[in-house]
């Protein structure tokens, strides 16, 4: 019996295309309550990214798994080691690399060049405020995005061995503490609400939704996921344009 669902936001939640939730997905949600079934986010965005959607959630896996709350209660807070931070910010320094960082409760830009601005038009969301990059050093930060080829991630991982790079955008990766992940904020998730691993279901298309999609119950992957996603999946959908979570939904609630 499916107790919790668990969903991705972008190229999920909300189409690249339209940059909204569809109407397919707000009927998906109703199902879903009506059968007494818990909702919950899991992003890689932080809380300030989040946008208003027309769908109710208990709780927020952030900064993927770095950061877990319910409106009460923060349930899991594992930042980036400062001697990490320190190795990125003066490789990207060095580098003149565009780099956000985000915090608890905001974030900030170093560096803006245009792949930044690309990225933020992309997402649509409005450009954080611009700092020098060593102010950066004082804060405690949950999730990088480092604007950066993949040709650079495996250097980049050998700086920073207590963090991991979950990349799912060709233009940039995330770098998240090594321990953290969307599995460990369900998993801190369902030990507060009393849900079983067995009872949940997840929803993702990127590379950084694979630990989540192989920890649920049962884990979708997205119409519009890469083949190296919907092969950790136990089920493929429709894409996000396609209806992708109403069909889903509908199937597995007769």
Wanted: charged share 20%.
């Amino acid at each position: 019996m499916i107790k919790a669902a668990f969903f991705d936001i972008d190229g999920t939640l909300l189409s690249f295309k339209t940059h909204r939730v569809s109407d397919g997905t707000v009927r998906a949600f109703d199902t879903l309550h009506r059968h007494g079934v818990h909702t919950f986010i899991s992003s890689g965005r932080p809380m300030v990214l989040i946008p208003p959607m027309p769908i109710c959630f208990e709780a927020h896996i952030t900064m993927n798994g770095g950061y877990v709350f319910t409106p009460d209660k923060v349930l899991l807070s594992n930042p980036i080691p400062s001697a990490d931070l320190e190795a990125w910010l003066d490789f990207a320094k060095q580098r003149n690399l565009c780099t956000m960082i985000f915090t608890a409760d905001g974030m900030m830009l170093a560096q803006p060049n245009e792949m930044g601005l690309k990225l933020r038009d992309q997402l649509e969301f409005t450009m954080p405020p611009v700092v020098d990059i060593d102010d950066m050093r004082r804060h405690e930060v949950y999730q990088i995005i480092a604007l950066m080829p993949a040709n650079l991630d495996s250097h980049v991982a050998s700086l920073l061995p207590h963090c991991r790079l979950p990349r799912w955008h060709p233009a940039f990766t995330d770098v998240v503490a090594a321990d953290n992940s969307k599995a460990c904020g369900m998993e801190a998730i369902c030990r507060h609400f009393g849900i079983c691993q067995d009872e949940t279901l997840a929803f993702g298309d990127g590379a950084n939704d694979i630990e989540m999609l192989q920890w649920a119950g049962i884990g979708v992957a997205m119409g519009n996921a890469e083949q190296g996603v919907k092969d950790q999946a136990d089920l493929v959908t429709r894409s996000v344009d396609e209806e992708g979570i109403e069909y889903t939904i509908n199937q597995l609630f007769q």
